[in-house]
Nanobody
Framework: VQLVESGGGQVQAGGSLRLTCVAP????????MAWFRQAPGKEREGVAT???????LYADSVKGRFTISRDKPKNTGYLQMNSLEFEDTGIYYC???????????????WGQGTQVTVSS
């Protein structure tokens, strides 16, 4: 099973993008869907996560700018990114796992990633 991300692209600072993550099916026990990102030369970091009941957790760096959501019947998750900054540039990955956490070791099914580039 692999997740499929889409929606990345290039945008100017201050702009918006919406990322989409599709799981081919519901994956038993993996009730949390998260977004991570990896900037050039940096380690991958958690951005946001959402539980099947709607609980959310955000990294401080994106609070107030990014919104995570999911469509349970469609096994699809979204990351709405507004007021994008140069520092948001990176490869964005979605993942599913078993905890409301931004630590990647709670997530064991990942997508291939989608590139987001923010120009200043």
């Amino acid at each position: 099973v692999q997740l499929v991300e889409s929606g990345g692209g290039q945008v100017q600072a201050g702009g918006s993008l919406r990322l989409t993550c599709v799981a081919p099916t519901y994956i038993h026990g993996r009730t949390y869907m998260a977004w991570f990102r990896q900037a050039p030369g940096k380690e991958r970091e958690g951005v946001a996560t959402i539980g099947i009941g709607g609980s959310t957790l955000y990294a401080d760096s994106v609070k107030g700018r990014f919104t995570i959501s999911r469509d349970k019947p469609k096994n699809t998750g979204y990351l709405q990114m507004n007021s994008l900054e140069f520092e948001d540039t990176g490869i964005y990955y979605c993942a599913v796992g078993s905890a409301l956490s931004l630590r990647e070791d709670w997530y064991d099914i990942w997508g291939q990633g989608t590139q987001v580039t923010v120009s200043s």
